[in-house]
């Protein structure tokens, strides 16, 4: 790292916390050596484990949180608890405490309380959650996963632009292709809102990375580096495709134990399913990004181990360093003047984003 900078640590957030979060601090200082952490919750249940821990209590720094907001604590609720540890942890990168906030807790809770204490980026509508999953082709990324129901073409673009970034930053690509998720490839298939945006995105400064509406088979294809999409549609499809994961994994495990043949047949392709699993590993895709707030916000899989988490922590501690919101405004900057519902080739429309 080039300059140093502090992390805030939900502490107490997600299913086997705080041992999870604290194991996997533990990982992230070992290959981030200059790391520093403030981490939120309990200090009766966290002194006492960082003593086994010492690189992780080399790079912490407490501060106590009495309460915890649970996972199925509605986000109108968790806004009062003032005291829990994922608030406490936002309201110190709201500060100027910490450059961003890992968390593995009430993933609605998250989202509104980073949206309300840290706000969105100057021009940016609403923010998205962003994730990185394997294709045919290696990484890609998709959003929205789920923060934004419902979306229109302006919502749409921010995406396109959050999502060149983020690829930029986290997969290391130079000029990241980018998709539409459509119900066909056709120019004249969706709705207005995903036409609108498609004309808005051929007109702009990303139009050579662009390459036009994607379906659903795409994604896994890997038609694109980064696939667009409305909350609603891409929750739908995270989903879908962690069942697909699950059945097949299940299938195979089945398959392989129904006789001593199978067994025998594992047994010889034991190390090319031991690549697969490890390609597969949703723990090297945990670390969903809240794109456009203030400050780097991470949400970390509830459910994930000491390894995943620590994998969240380096997905944040990337943004932060390769200056990923300036990216953003950047990219916004790029692209004013061009509005969802400007005819493709017309003059530039000065409202804009």
């Known amino acids: 790292m080039s300059e140093s900078f502090t992390l805030a640590v939900d502490a107490m ?104 204490i840290i706000k969105t980026l100057p021009g940016i509508d609403r923010p998205a959650m962003a994730a990185i999953g394997p294709s045919a082709r290696g990484d890609m990324v998709m959003l929205d996963l789920g923060a934004n129901v419902v979306c229109d073409a302006r919502n749409l673009v921010e995406f396109a632009v959050m999502g060149d970034v983020f690829a930029r930053t986290v997969l290391g690509l130079p000029a990241p292709s980018i998709g539409l998720l459509n119900v066909g490839a056709e120019e004249l298939k969706g709705d207005d809102r995903v036409r609108e945006a498609a004309d808005v995105l051929r007109a702009s400064p990303i139009a050579p990375q662009f390459v036009g509406f994607v379906e659903g088979h795409d994604i896994t294809a890997g038609t694109t580096d980064v696939v667009v999409t409305d909350g609603f549609t891409g929750n739908v499809a995270l989903k879908t495709g962690e069942g697909a994961l699950k059945l097949v994994s299940d299938l195979l495990r089945q398959v392989f134990r129904s006789s001593l043949a199978a067994r025998l047949a594992y047994l010889l392709a034991r190390p090319a399913l031991d690549r697969l699993r490890e390609w597969l590993d949703p723990r090297r895709y945990n670390g969903a990004v809240m794109l456009g707030l203030n400050a780097v916000v991470v949400k970390s899989h509830g459910g994930t181990d000491a390894e995943g988490f620590a994998h969240a922590v380096d997905v944040a501690m990337d943004m932060v360093v390769h200056r990923f919101n300036d990216q953003i405004r950047e990219g916004l900057a790029r692209i004013v003047g061009l509005g969802p519902s400007q005819p493709r080739g017309g003059p530039r429309l000065a409202t804009a984003l």
């Not at 994922?86 to 309380?113: F, H, K, P, Q, Y």
Request: hydrophobic residues 50%.
């Open 13 to 116: 957030g997600g299913d086997h916390a705080p041992e999870m979060v604290l194991r996997g601090l533990e990982i992230a200082a070992e290959r981030h050596p200059g790391a520093r952490f403030l981490l939120v919750g309990d200090e009766a249940r966290l002194i006492p484990m960082l003593k086994s821990l010492r690189r992780a209590a080399a790079a912490c720094t407490i501060r106590h949180a009495p309460d915890v907001i649970d996972n199925a604590l509605k986000p109108t609720a968790a806004l009062r608890m003032r005291g829990a540890s994922m608030r406490i942890a936002i309201d110190a990168v709201a500060a100027g405490e910490a450059a961003g906030v890992v968390s593995a807790g009430n993933t609605g809770a998250l989202l509104a309380l980073a949206k309300i």
